[in-house]
């Protein structure tokens, strides 16, 4: 069962843990005119995260579902959102939608440019592309601009059943995991690249006030100096 947490004013955390591999997958509803969901969650998980998104609205007035790049965690279960809510659509960016999206999803999906903003209703969303940054070349992130809220998907990525939503220093928690993972069959997830630090520098300039994260606890504070460190620590770990 999913607990659910309220990280900003409309955004709702939907946590999954698993406790096999001691990681939590997070979705957030942002309750609006035109309800989003970022991240539709693995295929296997989608009765859990249906049940725990009417708890909070009538699943089928979902209108859009995002994600930062296409893994089963971000999108397994989106043809199953669309099929339960008959106007829910797909948003994402051109690669996103160039490479996967436009054969896999059961309706299209709208296209956000770079820059572009969904409006949902008092939120906005601005779609930003970062190309292999978490990793996935249709990799990208929405910044909502109502709340400050940065859904960053899988940056800062932590293990443990952690709390919803914390102050602390959690650019430790992900360099501490990302050496775990680079000592793992789970090694080379992220890569650090020439545009990682550029891309992390643009996120910074944002002023986000909220890190939504998708593996995690959420993390509220100074969000840009969060950023910079952790290009700080992927530079270290990451690079060869
Ligand atoms: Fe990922
Ligand atoms: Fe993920």
Redesign the pocket.
Known sequence: MATITEIAPDVYRLCLFQKEIDLQFNHFLIKDDEPLLYHAGYRAAFPALREAVARLIDPKTLRWIGWS?F?S??CGALNQWLELSPSAQPACGFLGAAINVNDFAIRPPRVLQEGEVLVTGKHRFRFLPTAHV???WDSGVMFEETNRTLLC??LFVHFGDVEPSTTGDIVGRAREAMENMERSPFAYSVPYTARTGRVLSELAKLGAKTLATMHGSSFVGDAAQALRDLDVAMKEVLRP
């Open positions: 790049h893994e965690d971000e978490p990793h996935g998907s899988d």
